[in-house]
């Protein structure tokens, strides 16, 4: 590493893939954010694997040394994951001692073919030494790069229609007929492999990688190596035991309805209350598990090697994964947008895959699934983008009767905040936009990161108890409390006063912070209002009225 930072002080100046900053003690989160996005994009744009952000050196390249620690450094990689678009962080922080002197080389990875990084929502680029937005030109160089390197179009020159299912050939005939209906007499006129070209399965009559996925018989999965058309069924218990499981290979086209079968689709009973919600509904919605199964399909890094994962799990949730980045910028952006995505991983496949009806093109799949387990009160659906895969988690069962409750009784709520609160109940981080958006329709109340529902929401759904265990009473509550303990019993000592607040404090602090409240609560006491004074020690106080008062 000493011989890295040598040859990035040798250069005349920063270029788009290298910066220095001073940060003796410390250097701004956000600015470095924006930063980890900038080089991510520009290592992608310069065909680097990485770009270097050294810390400890000024812009004229003369050393000078961090004092940053471990526990910054941990800092800086969870904000980096929780906060980029995909989550990605540090390749390496790689500490060196130069001339005496600590200095810190954050190595970031270049953005992943075809998706340009983001930082809070925007994508950075780099002018030279300049940071700045990514110009719209970069952006399109970095989205061309998926249809330039389309894994799902490629011809296999050995392969020929004897190596592809005549059931699944049949099974493609019947779905491309009913996306297109109009043509149901021309097409049983077409031989095999004519229906291949129409359907954009086969090219010229060549075999694609997409028609071997798709429709290939199980022995001739090795054509399309080091890639696997595998999809594993994984039962587990509620200890997360593994229980059962099966592995399924192309044609996947049959064998799609073959994992949804072995899915348990249990029936799930309500707990009556009122005409609140139905009796009885399917813990799973058949069109969620078809459209993250095929998504799964359309959207997999076949590149990487692996398989795509299906895990039921007993307690009622099944987790849908599959290998690759997200190429849009967030779910939430999916959400809003509520149209096509420019660029897909796999636009061939895609292409297929809509044409026999296995999926559409019309950007509403992943909102419907929203707007299916909103309607039944169920916990939305739960993507995590992180380490270079998509996995999305669905619930078939109500979570937290409360938080159901809320959603019932507030139809008026669009998809957007119940997801904001959806994101609020499983204690998810909330960032400043999104606060911002809450608060404004005053939804939630409280301090970053301490948030919790709104009086308005707990008067609308009978959470007012709740609320105000979760908001907590004024600080001259606690304080007349602290005042009315001394006054009959003379003193108190930290044990009395920690035992008379610790438990009715808010509920959404964590130990720590309620000890820190209650230390700021006296600390104000003693030299704000002076109502109280200490004739103890520091170590063992003992608190008493203000002799001055």
Wanted: aromatic share 8%; hydrophobic share 35%; with cysteine.
């Amino acid at each position: 590493m000493i011989e890295v930072l040598n040859n990035l002080l040798s250069l005349t100046t920063e270029n788009e893939v290298v910066e220095f900053k001073e940060a003796k003690n410390q250097f701004d989160k956000n600015k470095l954010g924006q930063y980890f996005s900038a080089l991510s994009n520009e290592a992608n744009l310069k065909g680097k694997p990485n770009a270097w952000m050294v810390l400890g050196v000024r812009n004229d390249k003369s050393v000078v040394g961090t004092s940053i620690n471990d526990h910054q450094i941990n800092e800086y990689k969870a904000e980096m994951a929780n906060h980029t678009s995909p989550k990605l962080s540090f390749i390496d922080v790689h500490s060196v001692k130069y001339k005496g002197l600590d200095v810190l080389l954050f190595e970031i990875p270049a953005a992943p073919q075809g998706t340009a990084v983001s930082w809070k929502g925007h994508r950075y680029g780099r002018d030279g030494e300049s940071l700045g937005g990514l110009n719209d030109y970069e952006l399109k160089q970095i989205q061309s790069q998926i249809e330039k390197a389309d894994w799902s179009v490629q011809i296999i020159e050995h392969a020929t229609l004897d190596d592809l299912s005549t059931e699944a050939i049949t099974m493609a005939r019947k779905q491309f007929t009913e996306k297109n209906p109009k043509l149901k007499e021309e097409i049983h006129t077409w031989d095999n492999a004519t229906f291949l070209n129409k359907a954009k399965v086969c090219i010229n009559g060549k075999i694609t990688n997409t028609a071997i996925l798709l429709l290939g018989k199980p022995e001739s999965e090795h054509f399309i190596s080091p890639a696997t058309a595998k999809i594993s069924w994984i039962l587990k218990d509620r200890d997360n035991i593994e229980k059962d499981y099966e592995h399924f290979t192309c044609p996947l086209l049959l064998e799609v309805e073959n994992v949804k079968a072995k899915i348990r689709n249990l029936k799930y009973r309500y707990i009556k209350d009122g005409t609140l919600f139905p009796d009885e509904v399917d813990q799973y919605d058949p069109y969620i598990v078809r459209e993250a199964l095929n998504n799964c399909i359309a959207h997999q890094d076949y590149t990487l090697g692996g398989k795509i994962n299906v895990v039921e799990h007993e307690d009622g949730r099944l987790t849908f994964a599959n290998s690759g980045t997200f190429i849009p910028e967030s779910i939430e952006k999916v959400i809003e947008t509520d149209a096509p995505e420019t660029n897909y991983r796999n636009p061939f496949l895609a292409n297929a895959m809509v044409n026999l009806n296995m999926i559409d093109t019309i950007g509403s799949g992943i909102k419907k699934m929203f707007v299916i387990q909103k309607n039944k009160y169920f916990p939305l659906p739960d993507y995590d983008t992180s380490n270079h895969k998509v996995q999305v988690n669905i619930i078939g069962k109500v979570l937290d009767i409360n938080y159901a409750r809320k959603i019932a009784q507030m139809p008026d709520l669009s998809l957007e905040e119940i997801m904001l609160l959806d994101k609020l109940a499983k204690q998810k981080v909330l960032t400043d936009s999104e606060i911002s958006s809450l608060k404004s329709k005053k939804l939630i109340e409280g301090r970053k990161p301490n948030f919790h529902i709104s009086s308005s929401v707990a008067t609308a759904t009978g959470q007012k108890a709740d609320y105000i265990k979760q908001r907590g009473f004024k600080d001259t509550h606690y304080k007349q409390m602290i005042l009315d303990f001394i006054t009959e019993y003379g003193s108190a000592s930290k044990n009395d006063i920690d035992k008379l607040l610790l438990d009715i404090l808010p509920k959404i602090l964590d130990e720590k912070q309620k000890a820190n409240k209650v230390r700021n609560i006296v600390y104000a006491m003693s030299r704000k209002d002076k109502t109280i004074e200490n004739e103890g020690t520091i170590r063992y106080p003992k608190w008493i009225k203000s002799l001055s008062n």
